[in-house]
């Protein structure tokens, strides 16, 4: 990459970062988009409305100030523990690229800027030369000056680790003390059983009670089995949607009219009755449950897994971290989810359907994988014009203009890299959906993993791949230089096939 890219590429993300900036300062003001921006002070009863002021229609920095001046208490009780754990990691992050920034400026740059190459640079024409003349390409060859490369990863390295020792430390320690200060909720007083083996002589719900008062006869409590109840889930999402709706109707005070069937003339009708309308509904929907419910409880198919209650959490820790059974696909515990949290569509599969579920979503994660290694591939050969001309030869005439040229090496492949991947993310959560888990933080946290070691592998390691594989694709389509590639390629793989072939 040439300077005058970088600068460009500099250039537009700093004209998008004001831009953003300014936008959320005016939106951020707005009443329309408080339950956005302040949802838990509305939760606590702050004022909804705001008098109209030209104050709200023009960007104010000073929120920035304000959000670093709030100490770590005041953070943590005006929005809560993940509120201060994700400003922990942006002044971690800041810590880190700080250090680096001192490291790579006022260490590196002076030795790379040592070498050879600066000899051929056109001081006049600085934006026109390439970026090679500040790397580590510049030292010489057998340089005792590498050794300073090598103390700086070690330097940075070593930063890096002391600053996530201690930061773990830290939120851990803020963890724990959460715990200990908060009440103790019933999730953990639960654990979840699932694969539970089936016997004519008995029901499952049987089994659980004979099986956990033999093992806990002192800490059992009781246990409900699973039941499968699909017209309970619809009748549920069903109240959520018009719940949300209701909430809706309630937080938007500027609008009085809303289109519906039953108004005036059939058009129109007034918020007040379209509230009363859905409420309706939600008081039908709460009776068909308890219906459905009592219906289920006497006629549904009973899951093999159930929900176990003790009487202590030590010892619902003890039946999670003991295993209950010699067969390791039987009786299988772990920490019961948040109501609230629960996942239901694999509460009732057995656990081979569950491990083979994992197997094929590795093998598609993989595939999926290998697959994006074609936009990070256009990436890479968008940073090289030599490279783009040979492959697209009708793009010379677009090429020759300097500040396409800037755009295309400079921020161009960074926008097509970020755009692809915005996909990674909901991908990579529909694949753990239906990996077999029974809580939506176990599908997110999974998740979140699998984009980690994709972003890993595609960042780090298949970028610089892909750019040696696109190198190679030039020098084949090359015709000029294809007869030599052949004199020495096709020598090689003789001589390596009478050597497999006679001396073996």
């Known amino acids: 990459m040439i300077v005058s890219a970088l600068l460009t590429s500099v250039g537009i993300n700093t004209a998008l970062c004001v831009l953003f900036f300014t936008l959320y300062s005016i939106l951020r003001k707005q009443p329309s988009n408080y339950k956005v921006y302040i949802p838990r002070l509305l939760a606590e009863g702050a004022s909804r409305t705001t008098p109209f002021n030209l104050k709200l229609l023009i960007p104010s920095p ?57 000899q051929d640079i056109d001081i006049l024409d600085f934006p026109g030369n390439s970026l090679d003349v500040f790397t580590i390409s510049n030292v010489n060859s057998g340089s005792n000056w590498l050794w300073v490369h090598f103390f700086a990863v070690y330097a940075v390295s070593a930063f890096t680790c002391f600053q996530l020792h201690h930061e773990y430390k830290y939120i851990a320690s803020k963890r724990i003390s959460y715990f200990y200060s908060s009440k103790p909720q019933p999730h953990q007083f639960t654990v979840l059983v699932h694969s539970i083996p089936t016997s004519l002589s008995c ?53 009085q009219k809303y289109k519906h069937g039953g ?32 219906e289920a409880s006497l006629i549904a198919e009973e899951a093999r897994a159930a929900f176990v209650f003790f009487k202590s959490r030590y010892a619902a820790a ?27 569509p694999f509460f009732s599969e057995s656990f081979m ?47 020759a203009v300097k500040f396409v040229t800037q755009v295309i090496t400079g921020y161009l492949p960074s926008l097509i ?5 915005k996909l990674v993310p909901p991908v990579m959560g529909f694949l753990s959906s239906i990996q077999g888990y029974i809580s939506h933080s176990d599908i997110e946290m999974s ?3 699998k984009v980690q070691w994709f972003t890993v ?48």
């Open 318 to 344: 003890t039946a999670f971290h003991l295993q209950p059974s010699v067969n390791p696909t039987q009786w299988i515990t772990e920490p019961a989810p948040q109501p609230h949290d629960v996942y239901w």
């Open 263 to 294: 108004g005036v003339l059939g058009l129109f009708e007034s918020k007040d009755s379209l509230i009363d309308h859905y409420g309706k509904k939600l008081e039908d929907i709460e009776e068909d449950v308890r219906l459905k419910q009592a």
């Open 417 to 421: 890299l970020q755009m692809s991947l």
């Open 62 to 118: 000073d929120w920035v100030a304000k959000a670093w001046s709030l100490t770590e208490e005041q953070l943590f009780s005006s929005s809560g523990l993940d509120a201060l754990v994700f400003m922990r990691l942006i002044t971690f992050s800041l810590k880190i690229f700080a250090f680096a920034g001192v490291i790579g400026i006022f260490v590196l740059l002076p030795v790379n800027c040592w070498g050879n190459q600066l």
């Open 457 to 504: 592998w595609n960042v780090f390691f298949a970028t610089v791949f892909s750019g040696s594989v696109f190198h190679q694709v030039y020098i084949i389509l090359d015709l000029k230089e294809i007869t030599g590639q052949l004199a020495v390629a096709v020598p090689a793989q003789d001589g390596q096939a009478f050597h497999r072939n006679y001396f073996r």
């Open 353 to 399: 359907k569950q491990w083979i579920s994992k197997l094929v979503v590795i093998v598609v994660c993989i595939l999926f994988t290998i697959l994006f290694l074609i936009p990070v591939v256009i990436v890479q050969g968008l940073t090289n014009l030599k490279q783009l001309e040979v492959l697209f030869p009708f793009l010379k005439s677009i090429l």
């Open 203 to 255: 029901s499952i719900s049987d089994s659980v009670e004979r099986f956990f008062k033999e093992l806990y006869p002192s800490t059992y409590l009781s246990h409900v089995v699973i039941r499968r109840t699909n017209k309970i889930q619809a009748l549920m999402s069903k109240s959520k949607n018009l719940y949300k709706r209701i909430a809706q109707l309630r937080a938007n005070r500027t609008q």
């Open 447 to 449: 998740a979140s993993k």
